[in-house]
């Protein structure tokens, strides 16, 4: 009889932002993404990412974000990372789950425990928070060419150097630059 292997936990970010390094606008503005000329509706690869993974861990003012837009863009478990809130706004019983921990390390932990192995992170705060405990696989950053000149930072202040390897990157429509950047192994 062979051993079992542990489980692992495999996270993606996904994201975009814009030339100077802004994920948001002030006061979360995201209309700058729909000033992107996109004639054709592409995804990006969009769909493809999300039939890859097995749940979401999104932070509360991202969840805010996205429940605003007046429909759900998920057809996956979202769970949001929340020490505040005590109920989901109505509507979002089965599609959004509330978690909380004292560390993102600890929430992948009760997802690792659900059974999802691939989680996306979004977020910025999350995001961050997951770059400082060492638990980001990957990044998957499209740049977008508009300056925003202040907003929320992609990458504030994470106070050491941390060691990425580009995977992949391609030009989308002749305007935006998509990279897929790893952690190596040995970096964790």
């Known amino acids: 009889m ?6 692992a936990i495999y996270t993606i970010a996904y994201m975009a932002q814009s030339l100077d390094g ?20 592409d995804d990006f ?9 097995d749940a979401l861990l999104m932070g509360r003012h991202t969840f805010e974000t996205v429940a605003s837009f007046g429909f759900w863009p998920y057809n996956k478990p979202v769970y949001v990372a929340s020490q505040s809130l005590h109920a989901l706004p109505e509507g979002f019983e089965d599609k959004a789950f509330l978690i909380s ?14 059974g999802h192995q691939r989680i996306y992170i ?8 997951a770059l400082a ?12 060419p508009v300056l925003l000149g202040q907003g929320i930072s992609l990458f504030s202040n994470q106070g050491s150097q941390i060691p990425w390897q580009l995977a992949h990157s391609e030009v989308l ?15 964790k």
């Open 2 to 7: 062979r051993p079992t292997q542990p489980q």
């Open 22 to 41: 802004f994920i948001a606008g002030v006061d979360n503005d995201l209309s700058w993404l729909e000033q992107i000329d996109n004639p054709t509706q």
């Open 45 to 53: 690869g969009f769909a493809q990412f999300m039939a890859s993974v």
């Open 101 to 114: 921990g004292n560390s993102v390390t600890e929430m992948l932990e009760t997802l690792l425990g659900q």
């Open 122 to 129: 979004d977020g910025g705060q999350l995001i961050q928070s």
């Open 133 to 144: 405990e060492s638990q980001l696989d990957e990044m998957v950053i499209t740049t977008v």
């Open 173 to 187: 429509l002749d305007q935006l630059v998509k990279s897929t950047y790893r952690r190596p192994t040995d970096s």
